[in-house]
């Protein structure tokens, strides 16, 4: 069965472990980072579970600053509970996972939940492969982010409710 969660410290180990399994470890977040962050903001990880199994999830802060910038990913206090943005830092499926449509459902999550506390929209980097992608959520490119992150060329992209 399937079910769709936030996060809390003791799933730190799951998170981590499937972030290394989805990204180089270049651009990875640290098992250190996401402590960081399960402190500061893991009302807004969104967790997929198959039974006891994580499966897939995105995380992202909440801020009034319009820009994802690399700052963020690392410094999880920067995050702002009255914030306008919700930012979108990972979004993880597990290899074995992939294409059965499980980050659309946590992305859609995602954006019911800023939507039903009241911010402006949501923002997210992305590679290029992943623009049409996003687009079918309703999110816009706004061309080439300020983001290094990993030295890979990011799009930002937007969705305003
Ligand atoms: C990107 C990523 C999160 C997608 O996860 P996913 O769970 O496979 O995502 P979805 O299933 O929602 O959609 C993926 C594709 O499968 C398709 N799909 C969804 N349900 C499907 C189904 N039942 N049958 C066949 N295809 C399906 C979607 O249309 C989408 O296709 P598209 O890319 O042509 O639009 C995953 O590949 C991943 O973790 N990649 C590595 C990390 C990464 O790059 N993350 C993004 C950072 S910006």
Same mark, same amino acid.
């Given at each position: 069965?399937?079910?769709?969660?936030?996060? *809390?410290?003791?799933?730190?180990?799951? *998170?981590?472990?499937?972030?290394?399994?989805?990204?180089?470890?270049?651009?990875?977040?640290?098992?250190?980072?996401?402590?960081?962050?399960?402190?500061?903001?893991?009302?807004?990880?969104?967790?997929?579970?198959?039974?006891? &199994?994580?499966?897939?999830? *995105?995380?992202?802060?909440?801020?009034?600053?319009?820009?994802?910038? +690399?700052?963020?990913?690392?410094?999880?206090?920067?995050?702002?509970?009255?914030?306008?943005? !919700?930012?979108?830092? /990972?979004?993880?499926?597990?290899?074995?996972?992939?294409?059965?449509?499980?980050?659309?459902?946590?992305? #859609?999550?995602?954006?019911?939940?800023?939507?039903?506390?009241? #911010? &402006?929209?949501? *923002?997210?980097?992305?590679? +290029?492969?992943?623009?049409?992608?996003?687009?079918?959520?309703?999110? !816009?490119?706004? /061309?080439?982010?300020?983001?290094?992150?990993?030295?890979?060329?990011?799009?930002?992209?937007?969705?305003?409710?």
């Amino acid at each position: 069965m399937k079910i769709i969660r936030t996060a *809390v410290m003791s799933d730190l180990d799951a *998170v981590a472990s499937v972030e290394a399994e989805c990204f180089p470890p270049a651009e990875a977040a640290t098992k250190e980072e996401f402590a960081e962050r399960l402190r500061y903001y893991g009302d807004y990880f969104w967790l997929m579970f198959e039974d006891d &199994k994580l499966i897939a999830f *995105v995380d992202g802060f909440v801020t009034d600053e319009k820009d994802l910038t +690399d700052e963020m990913y690392e410094k999880a206090s920067m995050h702002n509970e009255n914030g306008a943005w !919700q930012m979108i830092f /990972g979004v993880n499926t597990l290899p074995a996972y992939r294409k059965q449509g499980y980050a659309g459902e946590l992305i #859609r999550e995602a954006i019911r939940t800023a939507k039903n506390q009241g #911010r &402006k929209g949501l *923002v997210l980097t992305c590679k +290029d492969a992943l623009v049409p992608y996003y687009t079918k959520f309703g999110f !816009q490119n706004e /061309g080439i982010s300020g983001s290094v992150h990993g030295n890979v060329v990011w799009n930002q992209m937007r969705l305003v409710f």
